[in-house]
């Protein structure tokens, strides 16, 4: 939602998926890896009016790998 007065982001929500495909190397050269792996990362981001909560965390973040 975006206001026509000011031009400015009152709210906004964005679902972005990335496809991965890994494999994890057994030395520092990444001359010898393993066998593929995919998967799927789905994050969700929002923005709301401006409310002063404090920092924000991991868990207020909803991904398991974050790290603030």
């Known amino acids: ?20 495909l890994e494999r994890k190397c057994a030395d520092a050269a990444l001359a010898h890896g393993g066998d593929p792996a995919r998967y799927r990362i789905r994050r969700q981001i929002e923005i709301h009016p401006n409310v002063d909560h404090g920092p924000p965390s991991a868990s207020s973040l909803n991904c398991p790998h974050s790290r603030i």
């Open 1 to 20: 939602m975006v206001s026509f007065a000011s031009g400015t982001i009152l709210s906004a929500t964005m679902g972005n998926a990335v496809d991965v």
